[in-house]
Each structure stands twice: as C-alpha cells, then as structure tokens.
C-alpha cells in the first residue's frame, strides 16, 4: 500500500472517511497543536515562517476550521443573531436587509430566525443563540406591550427594535408610531372625511396604542370628525379584516364611516377585499394601512399606508450593538425614526 493511500489525511478528507483535525495540521506543519491555534486566533503570536508552514499544511489537508470551536475559545464570534415576530410582514424583511448590510459591513454575519409571535419559541432561540457565543443579539420582542419587561432569556449585548426599551437596560430602535398614527388620520381629514373609524389591535401592544394616541391628536385638531376604534386580535388578522368590511358593507350611508384607519396593511386589503361590490374605494369608503407592505403596493387598489423605516432600523440597531460589541466608551440610549406617509388609490381616486 503506498503512503499516501495509508496515511494522507487530505485523501480521506476527499473520500468523506473523516475531516482533517488540528492534530492534522499540526503533524504535517511539524508544530504543536497551541501554535496551530494561535495561527487562527492570534496570529501576530505565530513567527512569519511558521505561518508559511501552518498555511501550507491547510492548504494541503484541505482543512477547514470548526467555527463553534473558535467562537468558543476567543468567548464569542462574529455572528450576530436577529430574532423578529414575523417574517411574513415586510416590514421585519425590511429590518433584517438593514441589519445584515451593516453587519457584513463591518465584518459580521448575520443569521435571523422568527418567534412567530410566541414567547416560547422566542425563549428558545435565545437559549440557542447564547450557548452558541453569539457576539450580539438583536430582538423585535414578543408582545411589545406598553410595561416594558426584558424577554426572558435574553443576555450579553444586544438591543431591542419596534419597542423602547428603558436605557437601563440598554439601547433601542423605534418609529415613532404616534406621528404614523397622526400622519394616517391627518391625510383622511385633509380629504374631508369626517368619520374616522380606526382598527387596530391587540390594542395592549404598545405601538397600537401609540399609533391610536395619533389618529386622537389629528381627530382633537379638527372641529366636526368623528372617531371610533375596533379591536382586532394579533391572531387572525385576515379574517378580522374580512368580518370588518362584510358589516361597513351591510351599513347605510348615514350610520358608516367614511375612512378606515388600520394599522396593518394586511387588514386594510382584506377590509377592501370585502366592501367591493358594495362600496366605492375611496369614493364611498377611504382606506389606509401601516407597514408598507409589498402586498398592499401590488394590489389591485393599491392600499395608503404608513411607510417605516425599515432598513434604516436595522442598520441603526446594528451599529447601537457595534458601540456595545467594541467596548468604547458610548452611552445607551433609545433613537425614534419618522415615518412617512404613502397615498395611493384606496384614500385617493387621483
């Protein structure tokens, strides 16, 4: 048998028998397995020389070092893990690119999962994000309500987006949901609507209520607009916004509003969905909805919205994570991005 079919750990390598290992390395470098690992950790430790060699050896056992492995050893790596409520809304996708550009920007990965909106999936991702020495974590908490409480689990640096986060704690990313709720009910008024009927929910959410105190501000500004508010459970949005419009449908001119602030997207088409047939959008029924989502661009009446800031969100809340990762000196502190407002054919037949 020759020597390389008996001994060559780059040829079991190929055949799949194992992966070469830094002992591997380290016998055919002719060097201790310590040098090999400060060669991948610190390698300002190893002589130019050695580094030849250490080099040479990998190249030659096509290695491939463990990156848990070395995470563990240097305390963290450079993987930063993003969890968010909801991956079908556009508005985290939107967070997520943000944060990943920034991220491989200055060198980090980025890998992003969804708690689907339950607090134990939530706790999970957060056990397996720390035992895997994630750098950072970035989190869109579970049920963001109005008592701000840490999610449970969550340790090391990270920040919070979508809900403020007491500095103490540390530092946040938000939009400032009341300007969305005040830019929403504004733009109804100013085309001369004067019943307001804002749907919402779950309305212990802290930005729903933030929202609704800004239709209530525009609605308190103007003289004769009237306002009434629904509750729309977190869990079926689709179907709220059916049951909606099935009843605005069965109501007489004199006893329906004449807007419908949402704050989903989502919502607001399935309430347009429901009325047609019925109802006029905008002419007998105005339209709005939040988030900006691609659906609501892309529908038949294209849907007004309030547009946030997504990307912008994320790459703020990375960069906060950065400050908290390199160790200068910096304060914590919680940065509100604007929102803008986007018409369209549901609020406005020009």
Aim: proline share 5%; glycine share 8%; no cysteine.
């Amino acid at each position: 048998m020759s020597e390389a079919a008996e001994g060559s750990p780059s040829r079991a390598r190929r055949g799949g028998a194992r992966r070469s290992t830094l002992s591997d390395v380290a016998r055919v470098a002719g060097v201790s397995v310590g040098t090999v690992s400060n060669f991948l950790n610190r390698r300002d430790k190893v002589a130019p020389a050695t580094q030849t060699a250490i080099e040479q050896a990998i190249a030659l056992l096509d290695f491939v070092p463990n990156g848990q492995a070395r995470s563990l050893a240097r305390g963290r790596s450079r993987t930063i893990g993003m969890i968010v409520t909801d991956l079908a809304n556009s508005f985290f996708v939107d967070i997520a690119r943000g944060a990943e550009e920034a991220a491989a920007d200055a060198g980090h990965s980025l890998l992003v999962a969804s708690s689907v909106n339950a607090e134990g999936k939530q706790r999970e991702l957060l056990r397996v994000f720390d035992e895997a020495r994630f750098a950072g974590i970035l989190i869109a908490p579970f049920e963001s309500a109005a008592d701000y409480r840490e999610p449970e689990g969550l340790r090391g640096p990270a920040v919070v987006l979508n809900v403020a986060r007491p500095v103490h704690y540390g530092s946040s990313v938000v939009s400032d949901d009341e300007l969305g709720g005040y830019l929403a009910a504004r733009h109804m008024i100013d085309l001369g609507r004067r019943w307001l009927h804002f749907v919402g929910g779950p309305d212990r959410l802290a930005p729903i209520q933030q929202r609704l105190e800004g239709v209530r501000r525009a609605v308190d500004e103007s003289d004769g607009v009237a306002l009434t508010f629904e509750h729309v459970p977190f869990e079926d949005h689709l179907a709220e916004g059916a049951a909606i419009g099935r009843r605005l449908r069965q109501l007489g001119p004199l006893v329906r509003p004449d807007a419908v602030v949402s704050t989903s997207d989502l919502v607001a088409l399935s309430i347009i969905h429901s009325v047609q047939g019925a109802l006029r959008v905008p002419e007998d029924l105005a339209v709005i909805g939040y988030d900006n989502n691609a659906a609501a661009r892309d529908a038949a009446i294209p849907v007004s919205t309030v547009a946030q800031a997504g990307m912008e969100m994320g790459a703020v809340a990375f960069q906060l994570l950065l400050e908290d990762l390199t160790g200068a000196p910096h304060e914590r502190r919680m940065v509100s991005l604007k929102p803008h407002l986007v018409v369209r054919a549901s609020s406005s037949a020009a």
